[in-house]
T-cell receptor
Framework: DGGITQSPKYLFRKEGQNVTLSCEQN?????MYWYRQDPGQGLRLIYY???????QKGDIAEGYSVSREKKESFPLTVTSAQKNPTAFYLC???????????FGSGTRLTVV | AQTVTQSQPEMSVQEAETVTLSCTYD???????LFWYKQPPSRQMILVIR??????QNATENRFSVNFQKAAKSFSLKISDSQLGDTAMYFC?????????????FGEGTQLTVNP
């Protein structure tokens, strides 16, 4: 079955470390997105990519980096510059202009 | 920039009753879609219903229906015959169709609890 796979489901990071969250899709979708979810807030867009080797900053990109070397993969790196990284992270994909998103099951990141 | 506002952080309803969740949005564009997503405790995002802005008819999906008031920029979700499995966080979302791609903007969410 086609879908989006996010790994790991839970991730713990020590302060000052960079960590990378994985997002892989086999839906042949062109566009991929990373959202952050905090308690009491909706999902906020971190980065998005419409095509391979191209990506744009979302509303809260500071302290994060991404790459899009393959159509299927859109990893998110949470850098040490991100002051409050503890959150739930959701990856999504869509077919270009078609407004239907498919979401992954998320990664819960905790700073210890 | 587009914004989406959900003014009800929490709501509760008795099983089998009807509940309405509110959502307002702000945009100066005409070509857009509106969505309601459900996020149960598993945290998986599930699409509940979708409305195209150019359609005047309100969308319905079984027990779920919307009241789309384009001039008022209002997009409420009505859940009829509420079931225990409807307990979840509900997000209203907006997407503007642009030639450069689409970005989904979410409201803050409404936590709905269905009581037995």
């Amino acid at each position: 079955d086609g879908g989006i796979t996010q790994s790991p489901k839970y991730l713990f990071r020590k302060e000052g470390q960079n960590v990378t969250l994985s997002c892989e899709q086999n839906l042949n979708h062109d566009a991929m997105y990373w959202y952050r979810q905090d308690p009491g807030q909706g999902l906020r867009l971190i980065y998005y990519s419409q095509i391979v080797n191209d990506f744009q900053k979302g509303d809260i990109a500071e302290g994060y980096s991404v790459s899009r070397e393959k159509k299927e993969s859109f990893p998110l790196t949470v850098t040490s510059a991100q002051k409050n990284p503890t959150a739930f992270y959701l990856c999504a994909s869509s077919i270009g202009l078609y407004p239907g998103y498919t979401f992954g099951s998320g990664t819960r990141l905790t700073v210890v | 920039a587009q914004t989406v506002t959900q003014s009800q952080p929490e709501m509760s309803v008795q099983e089998a009753e009807t509940v309405t969740l509110s959502c307002t949005y702000d945009t100066s564009e005409n070509n857009y879609y509106l969505f309601w997503y459900k996020q149960p405790p598993s945290r998986q995002m599930i699409l509940v219903i979708r409305q195209e802005a150019y359609k005047q008819q309100n969308a319905t999906e079984n027990r779920f229906s919307v009241n789309f008031q384009k001039a008022a920029k209002s997009f409420s979700l009505k859940i009829s015959d509420s079931q225990l499995g409807d307990t979840a966080m509900y997000f209203c979302a907006f997407i503007l169709l642009e030639t450069s791609g689409s970005r989904l903007t979410f409201g803050e969410g409404t936590q709905l609890t269905v009581n037995p």
